[in-house]
């Protein structure tokens, strides 16, 4: 009895040690992102506009999907208006949404894996998907790529880590698990509110992980009660009205097939060869190596358990590979990297000689796999702290917005990016300054809309934080114009486009409800300004709910 108290309370210490040191290296990653000296951005600048365009409406008391067309899930602005709110509306607040994100995920993960793998496998685990929602810069992109575009994806990876880590480790003899299940439902139900394609991997994880565990029944409920707590909180923000949130997926997913989805899918198989067999090779070697590991002996399936695992996490890289702008990269094959080895360095002192050499050669694969992945995450997040603090080169143009100015384009100069966009946008704010009264709204008809956050100007209903043909719409699918242009007091349209191709069918779809409902009555050198014509005149109401 005396053993097993002091072996219960240096284990109980070994726990504190770990936790303290996990908070400590978890809080210098998101003092990393929050203490740059603003936003640098060196890719799709105009992106931007889009979350803090749509966190702005949040912030103004509009809801998704049922005021304002939303091509990803309500979850995503709910989170950037919360960093806004922080940031006290200035653009900044994305680096805070990023790192309250970062935090939770990495506690998550944490409190997880404490009970499934040794202290060093929980650090390294909780960590890297700490890092994997923290760092500033696409996924699959250079670390010099700084931007805040296309977070939603490292959110949805995050969340994906999470189910990975219930479905593959086993819980520790002398660990708790109480309520198994209900963390991925929660998971589960967060990634249908961010982007659905997140959601149809990870219920693959949730159904995989209930046919391969003991306890199937009581794993099925309490994940159905954590999706359900989650819908229920989601349903009751959109007023009940999922239904609108469904119709905006399903137009969404409509236009986006005009994208070449073949041609995306056989690219994104090309990207996954390499890493994909280093995962099956991972998966093959280190099931021999834990043959004889005491944990893994009693857990059901365990010879194939690992290669169905590797299958998987590959199968989901090629599909959010092919439906994200994401180059190349399977993320979540370094989680399973980190469960194997550390399943077999636990395991080590009953290894012979031929599982040494196992594990050496699994510790290679496993430094294959994750060292590119976390080097680069961690270099971008280095570099957006480096780039924030270095002065800006002589020329560098800023926008003159105060909620904007932390926003800070350095990228290469186009009507997209860079010293041009921001040009662009300070003209159009000059023009909306003199030509228009500080309570008018305004739409931009660009793919992205600066000008309502920019000049904290009250949205109106109707609109979207992003519009580009075949992405979002087209001229068979999309929002009416009734919905896209809405109620709103002031259109802008761009001169110089950044797509040209793409801004025709723009005008071609929207362009005679423009005409019809509004009139020209002012340009600069980037933007044309129409104001609303008197709605009695047209007889026509602006907007209809869809």
Not at 79 to 94: K, T
Request: glycine residues 10%; positive net charge.
């Amino acid at each position: 009895m005396k053993t097993e108290r002091m072996g219960s309370g240096q284990r109980n210490a070994t726990l504190r040690w770990g936790f303290g040191l996990f908070v400590i290296g978890l809080a210098c990653l998101c003092a990393l992102r929050i203490a740059a000296r603003g936003l640098p951005i060196m890719f799709a600048g105009h992106d931007m506009m889009g979350p803090l365009d749509g966190a702005w409406r949040v912030l103004n008391g509009q809801r998704p999907s049922l005021d304002f067309y939303l091509e990803l899930g309500p979850a995503v602005l709910l989170i950037d208006a919360v960093g806004l709110w922080m940031a006290r509306g200035a653009a900044h607040g994305l680096a805070y949404a990023a790192a309250l994100t970062g935090v939770a995920a990495g506690l998550w993960m944490f409190a997880l894996a404490r009970n499934r793998l040794t202290a060093g496998g929980a650090l390294l685990a909780g960590w890297y998907c700490a890092l994997l929602v923290l760092a500033p810069i696409p996924l699959g992109f250079d670390f010099r790529t700084l931007t805040e575009a296309m977070i939603y994806n490292r959110y949805g990876y995050g969340l994906l880590a999470i189910i990975l880590m219930e479905l593959l480790a086993p819980v520790r003899p002398d660990s708790e698990s109480r309520g198994d299940g209900l963390s991925s439902g929660i998971a589960l139900g967060m990634c249908l509110f961010i982007k659905p394609t997140y959601f149809m991997v990870g219920t693959v994880f949730v159904a995989a992980a209930c046919l391969l565990r003991q306890g199937t029944a009581r794993r099925l409920l309490y994940t159905a009660a954590g999706f359900a707590l989650v819908v229920g909180a989601m349903s009751v923000y959109l007023r009940g009205d999922l239904a609108a949130y469904y119709r905006d997926l399903s137009t969404l997913a409509a236009a986006r097939m005009g994208q070449s989805p073949p041609r995306r899918f056989l690219n994104a198989v090309t990207r996954a060869v390499i890493p994909g067999i280093l995962l099956l090779a991972l998966a093959a070697v280190g099931t021999r190596a834990l043959d004889g590991a005491p944990a893994w002996r009693a857990f059901p399936g365990r010879r194939w358990r690992c290669a169905l695992c590797a299958v998987m996490v590959t199968a989901a890289g090629i599909l959010l590979m092919a439906t994200n702008f994401q180059p190349a990269g399977l993320p979540l094959g370094f989680l399973v990297a980190i469960v194997i080895t550390d399943a077999i360095w636990a395991d080590r002192r009953v290894a012979g000689q031929e599982n040494q050499r196992r594990m050496i050669v699994v510790f290679l694969i496993a430094a294959l796999l994750g060292l590119p992945l976390a080097g680069k995450d961690a270099a971008g997040l280095a570099y957006d702290f480096f780039k924030s603090y270095r002065p800006d080169r002589p020329g560098t143009v800023l926008f003159t917005s105060d909620s904007l100015r932390t926003l800070r384009m350095l990228g290469p100069s186009s009507p997209w990016d860079g010293e041009e966009y921001s040009g662009a946008v300070n003209d159009g704010m000059e023009l909306l300054r003199r030509s228009s009264g500080p309570l008018e709204s305004v739409f931009s008809l660009d793919f992205s809309n600066a000008f309502s956050f920019g000049l904290q100007r009250p949205p109106a209903r109707g609109g979207s934080v992003c519009l580009y043909y075949d992405s979002n719409f087209n001229e068979v699918v999309g929002p009416p114009p009734e919905r896209i242009i809405g109620e709103v007091d002031l259109v802008m349209v761009p001169k110089d486009i950044w797509d040209p191709y793409a801004f025709a069918h723009t005008l071609q779809v929207y362009g005679p409800y423009l005409e019809t409902h509004y009139k020209r009555v002012a340009e600069s050198r980037w933007w044309v300004l129409y104001r609303r014509v008197d709605r009695n005149a047209v007889g026509q109401p602006a907007f209809h709910r869809p």
